[in-house]
C-alpha cells in the first residue's frame, strides 16, 4: 500500500517537472505571440488615426487617398520602431498614466520626512490633488497677511 | 528615497498588480462575468471605431479583425487592461488606492 503511494507521488513529481519544463520551453514563444499580437493592435489603432486625422483635415478627396496611404506607409512601416513608441506613449498619456506616475513620486519621495513644523505638514502628500490644496492652503494665508498689513500703513499716513 | 518611500513602492506596485489579477480571476471564476466583459469589450471596440471612421464596411472589418485579437483570443488581458485604464485610471481610483497605503500604520 505504501509503496503504492510512494510510486503514485513519484508519477505526479515527475508530471510536474514535465509540465514545468514543458512550460519553460514554450512561455517564450506564447509571449512572443501575445507581443506580436498587440502590436498589430497597435497598428491598426494607429492607422485608424491616421485615416482619422487626413480626412478631419484634408476632407474625403483624392489627395486624401495618396496622404493616407503615403502616411500610413511612413509610419507603419518604414519607421515603426520609432512611431510606434511614440504612439505608444501618446496613447498612456491619454489614458491618465502621468497622474498616476506624479502620484507616485510625490508619495514615495515625501514619505518619512517628518522634520516639518506643523502638525499638518507633518502628514505626507497623499496625491496630486493633497498638494494642490496645500498651495492654494498657503497662497490664502499669503493673500490674508498682505490685507491685514496693508491698512495699518495706510492709518500711519 | 529612503527606505520608507520605497517600502511604499513596492506596496503600491503590489496593490496595482492586484488590481490588475483581479478581473481575469473573476472572469474564470463566474462565467457570466466572463460573457459580460466580452460583450462590453465588443461594444467599446465598435464604438470607438466608429466614432473615428464613421458607419461603413471598413469600420466593419477594422472592428471584426480587432474583436477577434483582443475578446476572443487575448480576452483576459484585455479586459484586465480595460479596467486598470479606462474604470480605476479614468475615476482616479488610483490614486484613492495609493491615497489608502500612505495611512496603512506600518
Redesign the interface.
Known sequence: MQNNLKIENVLILGKMINASILLLIFAPLLFTEIIGDFMLVLKIFALISIITFILNHVGNTPIAGLLIIGVSWFVLFDYWNFFGGIYLFYVLLTLGISGMLVDLFFISGMVGDRNASSAEDNSPVSSSLDLAQRSSRLEAARKMHSIHARPRGMMRR | ??????H??VM?FLALLVLLILPPLVMSMFKPADLLMRIILTILIFAT?RN??GSNALTII?TA??VY??VI??AY?TTSLYIF??VL??Y?F??AV??GL??VPR
Open positions: 528615497m529612503n527606505q520608507k518611500g520605497l511604499l513602492m503600491i471605431v473615428m471612421l477594422i479583425a480587432l485579437i483582443l483570443k487575448h488581458i485604464f479606462f485610471l479614468a482616479n488610483v490614486a495609493m491615497w500612505t495611512r
